[in-house]
């Protein structure tokens, strides 16, 4: 029997636009040290503190002295490939990091001498187009753990590793995904809770795909409990009662598809909640119509998940996108902050979101506080009391109706790191510049389990869809579409306001770290790291590392110096330059590396 679903293709990309529009830290502690080695300069978490704010408590690099910012030491880090996605880790002197292929790596933060190197050894044929296993976006990872002496490693093939800190010698290796998984990887960073260390499974652009994520025992490795984004086949038990519920809210025969849900970025913990945050994926195949799915939500696509760190049960969920058919995955970075709205102090989550709109949670109750675009956008036009998504009518592009939609799949806000600051209560977030897709379905074979769409193009060659009508453009809210190009925006989520918006990033690529002396460092993807005032937006100072791929930037303290590291490269492009690892700091004499150098 063969089963048909189908697939969304871009039939035009169109780019345009830009606009211009306080606190407490929260009280994280009970985190085995994590909050006390970040407050004193150390970067030990993929977020900095367990929060995932990317605040950085150092303010030796400031307004007045940040131009003397310059290169102290670069590092080759591999044969490169794919994009530098990962937040190096510093401790105790030591840069920890992963690079294409899962190639996990340590150097000297003085110097950037390699201490020890870990290869997988990833077969290379994991991404081959067309191959029934295989990753949509790049043979990339975001990140890796530190723990209890362990570097807690993802391999995009779907093993988990804990590897000695000291000689990168394998402690244990498990396995979140069977080794004949298709269409499954994993390229999110694992987070620690406790002694746990928190993993999920990416690959929500092929089908049959199932979102799930697992904790596994940091000293042993074992599965501890798993969480399901979507539930299963109902002839079977539920795994729990989130995914019962969740099957009400599905019809026909979805399990044969898988559902979608997967996890591939954001994860942000509360120790003293003791819940895990993370979000989920887009629901496949995306046209909700074609899943059969017409009017249901489809519990827990596109959502922002609340769950117990000990049991793996869920709290609450918060779903940004019901019956999501647009690729809004929800699973950007999730920051906890404690913020003053409207004179009472609320702990809440924040989230920039692929969709364009920045939402603002109580991260205890998931009671839904606001949601305010920062994009153009025109899927939705606001949000009930209640949160839910009003999505306009014309946004349901069908087989012969394409419709024309802002962001487009690749996000307004996406996986470049964002920052919020306690000091100025601003979030620092990367956002692309305005783009829209035009979106149809068209129908694919479900059993030859391959790409859904790849950049929103069928792989395979299937037939093209059989558009009878020009498509439909809903109306817009958010900024005007006036300015093009990506920015970095400083927007109040107290007052739900734009700060201030300065030209420079993109939804996907770098990221932002916010410093106690109140810069801005950011990592931009046409190669550039820059310092920027927190409080108005002035750039103050930037350097050309001269290639792109680039990843987020962390900032840590290594002999009473403020350090500023990042990776890029992809080995691949002009100048034929190898991907590095570039850490900065005041006073910096090194020259920059050029192709001809290397
Ligand atoms: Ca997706």
């Known amino acids: 029997m063969r089963w048909f679903a189908c697939v969304v293709v871009v039939v035009a990309c169109v780019f345009a636009g830009s606009w211009i529009g306080s606190a407490q830290q929260p009280g994280l502690s009970k985190d085995n040290g994590r909050t006390a080695a970040w407050q004193s300069g150390e970067w030990i978490s993929y977020g900095n503190d367990p929060g995932e704010t990317r605040y950085s408590p150092l303010d030796q690099i400031n307004r007045s002295n940040v131009t003397r910012m310059g290169l102290l030491w670069t590092s080759v880090v591999g044969e490169g490939g794919g994009n530098q996605e990962a937040t190096p880790l510093y401790s105790g002197g030591v840069l920890y990091a992963i690079t294409n292929w899962s190639i996990v790596f340590a150097v000297d933060a003085h110097t950037g001498r390699e201490l020890w190197r870990y290869d ?3 077969d290379r044929s994991f991404s081959t187009p067309g191959a029934n296993r295989g990753i949509c976006c790049g043979v990339v990872n975001r990140g890796i753990a530190l723990h209890d002496g362990k570097v807690l490693a993802p391999v995009i093939d779907g093993r988990m590793v804990a590897l000695d800190r000291k000689s990168g010698s394998v402690l244990w290796s498990t396995r979140l995904l069977p080794e004949d998984s298709t269409g499954y990887s994993i390229t999110m960073a694992p987070r620690v809770a406790g002694n746990k260390v928190i993993v999920g499974a990416a690959g929500g652009e092929f089908t049959p795909h199932r979102g799930f994520f697992s904790a596994f025992d940091v000293h042993s490795g074992r599965e501890l409990w798993r969480f399901y984004t979507v539930p299963g086949d109902p002839s079977k038990p539920f795994e729990s009662k989130a995914v019962e519920a969740a099957a ?124 305010t675009p920062f994009a153009p956008l025109n899927w939705a036009n606001g949000h009930d009391a209640d949160g839910r998504p009003k999505i ?72 093209p869809p059989q558009v009878v009508a020009s498509p439909v453009t809903p ?58 005032a927190a409080e108005d937006g002035t750039v103050l100072w930037e350097a050309q590392t001269g290639q792109g791929g680039i990843g987020p930037p962390i900032s840590y303290q290594l002999d009473g110096k403020q350090h500023v590291s990042f990776l890029s490269g992809t080995g691949r492009g002009g100048g034929g330059l190898r991907p590095m690892v570039y850490t900065f700091a005041l006073d910096g004499k090194a020259p920059m590396p050029t192709a001809s150098a290397q």
């Open 392 to 463: 306009n009518r014309e946004a349901y592009y069908t087989t012969t109706q394409p419709a024309v939609i802002s962001p487009s799949s690749g996000g307004a806000a996406n996986w470049a790191a964002k920052a919020y600051s306690p000091n100025t209560r601003l979030v620092y977030m990367p956002v692309g510049g305005f783009s829209s897709r035009t979106y149809v379905a068209i129908p694919f074979d479900l059993q030859a389990a391959r790409s859904i769409q790849e950049n929103g193009t069928p792989r395979g060659g299937r037939m």
């Open 248 to 371: 009400k809210t599905w019809t026909g025969e979805w399990w044969k598809y898988g559902g979608g849900g997967s996890l591939w970025d954001g994860l942000s913990y509360d120790p003293e909640a003791n819940l895990i945050y993370v979000g989920t994926g887009n629901g496949v195949p995306w046209p909700q119509i074609l899943r059969g799915q017409d009017g249901y939500d489809n519990l827990y696509v596109s959502s922002i998940l609340a769950v117990n760190a000990d049991t793996g049960e869920l709290k609450w969920h918060y779903q940004a996108v019901p019956g999501d058919s647009w690729d809004i995955d929800t699973v950007q970075q999730l920051i906890l902050a404690d913020i003053e709205i409207e004179g009472r102090v609320r702990k809440v989550l924040i989230q920039a979101s692929k969709g364009g709109f920045l939402y603002v949670l109580d991260r205890i109750t998931g009671q839904f506080l606001s949601a």
């Open 475 to 532: 109306p817009y809210i958010g900024p005007p579409r006036t300015l093009r190009g990506g920015y970095l925006v400083a927007f109040d989520p107290a007052t739900r306001t734009e700060r201030w918006r300065v030209e420079g990033g993109g939804g996907s690529g770098g990221g932002a770290v916010v410093a106690a002396s109140n810069i801005v460092l950011q990592t931009i993807n046409d190669g550039r790291l820059r310092a920027l």
């Open 120 to 122: 997988p050894k990833v």
